[in-house]
């Protein structure tokens, strides 16, 4: 008997549930991956490019055994079944909004090849860890410890199933260009390696050390996770044989994750909408220049133009900064968040509808266990406490990279701005005051 496995995003051989459903059911296997237009389109050039070499990788370790096609999966997978006959097609499960709707849409249209999902690109399922009274949790830590209890399996077994060699395999397209912007290698063996060497060298420490964005602290494994690359239940088995702080600091990071799958499981709208709809009525500013000076890393606040920059250079950027960014532009620029939001799916190779709406809801103050909307992350002395030294800064600002020490956060104190580098386009002090009265107008 044959069964197809079809790759989302769960680009990896080992530890992958699916692969074991598949090879329990068919001695065959075709292996498939539809290039979905309606998922390609939004994503910007990194993602893509590192979405199409993780699909490389998974084709090399399959020796070229995996079938790549373009189109809508609703008529690719069954056209995909049964060209091989199979019986079954087996995914795992995906609960995000665009991906369940399309999933129901393909069961539906494979009328009697049998739909399998097994796993899901979390430790714990979103939408299986609720209250007492069945509802589901709103903040954090009750949420962690929930889950802590709840638990999850070992990482699956290897398996080894008899790859189906596809008649027509197509082909992974060309990566789009992206002149100068470094990727991280991409695939499950880059994954692998990037976690043996964190926990090797860098482990220690990170849970101090992870809000530093002048050093290499953190895993880095984030556009791994996000295509599947190494599924966190890997990375917490590595974990529980291990004790202390920087472990505890980590698997609640890893938690975070799961938190907002969770969140976005129960309120698909929040992808679009406040969580928190009271702030429907908050008032905005129109999107002017200041939107383009904070997209382009001219906003004359380094840490905020040193985290922009990287975004666009790198498609990546330290967590600390995220928030800095953030809160930039919904408190300091009072734009709404979704447009920060937008702008980072698009450059971000990790881009994640959960992870990143949700934490742009977190930093704006309208989603659920939210930093409180008064407090206000002041870009200057953000950059003193977390890049103390200013190194970061000087990395991504060269206009900067003349001055010593945390002087470089602020540049407006110097005799003369260095060339090139702007005035700040707001004081920070006044608009703080003008997103608290805005905030206090909506009653909170
Ligand atoms: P580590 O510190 O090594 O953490 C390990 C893993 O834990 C990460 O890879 C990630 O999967 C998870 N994690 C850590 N922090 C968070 C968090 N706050 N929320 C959810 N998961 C977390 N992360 C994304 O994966 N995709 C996004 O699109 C995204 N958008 C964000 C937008 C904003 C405004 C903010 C403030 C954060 C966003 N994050 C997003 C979360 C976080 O910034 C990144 O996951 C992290 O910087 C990735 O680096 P790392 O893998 O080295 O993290």
Known sequence: STAVLWFRRDLRLADLPALLSAGERASQVLALYVLDDALLRPSGKPRVAFLYGCLKALSDSLDGRLMVVHGDPVREVPRAAASVGA???????????????????????????????TGSPYAVTPGRITK????????????YRAWCRHGWRAPAAGSTVEWIEPERPGRIPEAPDLGA?????????????????????DLRGYATDRDRPDRPATTRLSPYLRWGCIHPRTLLADLEARHGKDVESLRSEIAWREFYADLLFHRPETARRNYDRRFDDLRYDKPATTFDAWRDGRTGYPIVDAGMRQLL?????????????????????????????RHFMRHLVDGDLASNQLNWQWVAGTGTDPAPFFRVFNPTTQGEKFDPHGDYVRRY????????????HQPWKLPSLPRGYPEPIVDHAEERKIALTRFNAIGK
């Open 132 to 143: 007492p009274d069945g509802d589901s949790y709103r903040v954090f830590s009750p949420f």
């Open 313 to 341: 250079a790198e498609g990546w950027m330290h967590n600390r900064v995220r928030m800095i960014v953030a809160s930039f532009l919904v408190k300091d620029l009072h734009l709404p968040w979704w447009l920060g939001a």
């Open 397 to 408: 600002v060269p206009e900067l990279r003349e001055i010593g020490g945390k002087a470089v």
């Open 87 to 117: 019986e079954s097609v087996h995914v795992s499960t995906e609960t995000a909004p665009y991906g369940s709707r399309r999933d129901r849409a393909v069961a539906e249209a494979l009328g009697d090849v049998e739909w399998v999902e």
């Open 181 to 201: 912007t470094p990727l991280p290698p991409p695939g499950e063996a880059a994954a692998h390696d990037l976690w043996e060497s964190f926990l090797d060298d």
